[in-house]
């Protein structure tokens, strides 16, 4: 993911994983449900920060959140940055940002996370407290096999001051591990394609 801009067959692919999607927006609802227990009635405003927001799988994970949320009568009133670096996907956001659904709730910021402090908008974010995140959702985990934002794309975000102290990072940890895998197929296409002189 650091290397190369995504293409949008890559987003596609990444986006058929419908339970990963679904655990994330049910942490998300999960942080906005504690925080506004903690705030016992008054409409609470909840930052939450999208890194490395892709075609906006885990931003619509968020917004679906929030309504879970406001249906049970708890008043919680979001506001989502969405940070992307690959300037097609910038592209797809900021279409989808003038929609009904994301308008007035999700701002795209055009920025590579390892380097947040540079951005203005961000910059005015870590001068202004009250403008940073309460909640940071990132893709650290991906799909089977696949690392994506792991770790060193969270760490511009971390050290320049975008996140509240009390800030919720989804996820909030992950091990990484090889285990040995057979596959037959995978074998067989292996051994077809090894050099032998």
């Not at 925080?35 to 909840?46: C, F, P, R, S």
Request: with cysteine.
């Amino acid at each position: 993911p650091l290397g190369d801009n995504l293409e949008f067959a890559t987003y596609e692919t990444f986006e058929k994983d419908p339970v990963k999607y679904a655990r994330y927006e049910d942490a998300v609802y999960f942080a906005l449900r504690d925080g506004a227990h903690d705030m016992k009635g008054a409409t609470v405003d909840v930052h939450i920060m999208v890194v490395g927001a892709g075609r906006g799988p885990l931003v619509n994970a968020s917004l679906r959140a929030a309504q879970r949320i406001n249906t049970k009568s708890q008043a919680v009133k979001v506001r989502i940055t969405a940070v992307e670096k690959n300037p097609s996907a910038v592209v797809y956001l900021r279409s989808l940002a003038a929609s009904p659904a994301w308008a007035g709730v999700v701002q795209v910021v055009e920025c590579d996370m390892r380097f947040a402090f540079q951005n203005l908008v961000l910059k005015m974010m870590i001068e202004n407290e009250g403008m940073r995140a309460d909640i940071v959702v990132s893709e650290l985990l991906g799909s089977f096999g696949d690392n994506e934002l792991s770790p060193e794309c969270l760490d511009g975000v971390q050290r320049c001051g975008l996140m509240k102290k009390s800030c919720v990072s989804i996820p909030q940890s992950y091990t990484s591990f090889a285990a040995p895998v057979t596959s037959m197929r995978l074998y067989s296409e292996a051994q077809a394609q090894a050099y032998t002189p």
